[in-house]
């Protein structure tokens, strides 16, 4: 079963809404956990990593202020997509795991900024 | 920083048949993990090998196995008797020891023809 659930799946919004998704780590605690975004045909790009209890440290090119990023447990991450616009729309996904094993990815949340 | 490359946007194969995927890589770290994902259409990431930097020895999952060239930091995905149901995108994915951050290639698309 899934050892990292993502939340929503899907979401459709009209422009300048704030969007928040959800990483769950279900069965493990996660002190880091990582958020991508994959543009169609493309690889997943690192947007920032996440840390539990701390500030989140972003990829170089990715706003901050854009992208609120929070670990209030070591069970969940989520990211805020805030004032969103068309540009914005994408697919974002999450993942997280032990320091000595596989990363888990969760099943990701296709944006569409109308 | 670390890159890693794929140079086959794509590659097919006949059905029943072994293709290997090509990846390399550029660090100047000494101790690392190495992954295969793969990507169907439904979009969740699927690890299908993991190699450790420090053993020799090649990674085999079933049909899957890896080619690891440590020196020539190499390290090619095999599929052997090939089904239609491993079709997708496949990724090469490397993540640092020392502080979990994986870079991902830009991808290979596989094609099983029946």
């Known amino acids: 079963g899934a050892v990292v659930s993502q939340h929503p799946s899907r979401v459709i919004c009209k422009s300048g809404t704030s969007v928040k998704i959800e990483c769950r780590s279900l069965?493990?605690?996660?002190?880091?956990m990582f958020w991508y975004r994959q543009f169609p045909k493309q690889s997943l790009m690192l947007m920032a990593t996440?840390?539990?209890?701390?500030?989140?440290?972003?990829e170089q090119g990715v706003e901050k202020d854009k992208f609120l990023i929070n670990h209030a447990s070591l069970t969940l991450s989520t990211l805020t997509v805030t004032s969103a616009h068309p540009e914005d729309s994408s697919f974002y996904i999450c993942?997280?795991?032990?320091?000595?094993?596989?990363?888990?990815f969760g099943d990701g949340t296709r944006l569409s900024i109308l | 920083a670390q890159t890693v490359t794929q140079s086959q946007p794509e590659m097919s194969v006949q059905e029943a048949e072994t293709v290997t995927l090509s990846c390399t890589y550029d660090?100047?770290?000494?101790?690392?993990?190495l992954f295969w994902y793969k990507q169907p259409p439904s979009r969740q990431m699927i690890l299908v090998i993991r190699?450790?930097?420090?053993?020799?020895q090649n990674a085999t999952e079933n049909r899957f196995s890896v080619n690891f060239q440590k020196a020539a930091k190499s390290f090619s995905l095999k599929i052997s008797d090939s089904q239609l149901g491993d079709a997708a995108m496949y990724f090469c994915?490397?993540?640092?020891?020392?502080?979990?951050?994986?870079?991902f290639g830009a991808g290979t698309r596989l094609t099983v023809k029946p």
């Open positions: 993942s997280a795991g032990r320091q000595d094993q596989p990363q888990h």
């Open positions: 069965d493990f605690q996660a002190t880091t």
């Open positions: 996440s840390n539990e209890g701390s500030k989140a440290t972003y």
């Open positions: 660090t100047s770290e000494s101790d690392y993990y």
């Open positions: 190699q450790e930097a420090y053993k020799q």
């Open positions: 994915a490397y993540r640092s020891a020392y502080n979990n951050d994986m870079r």
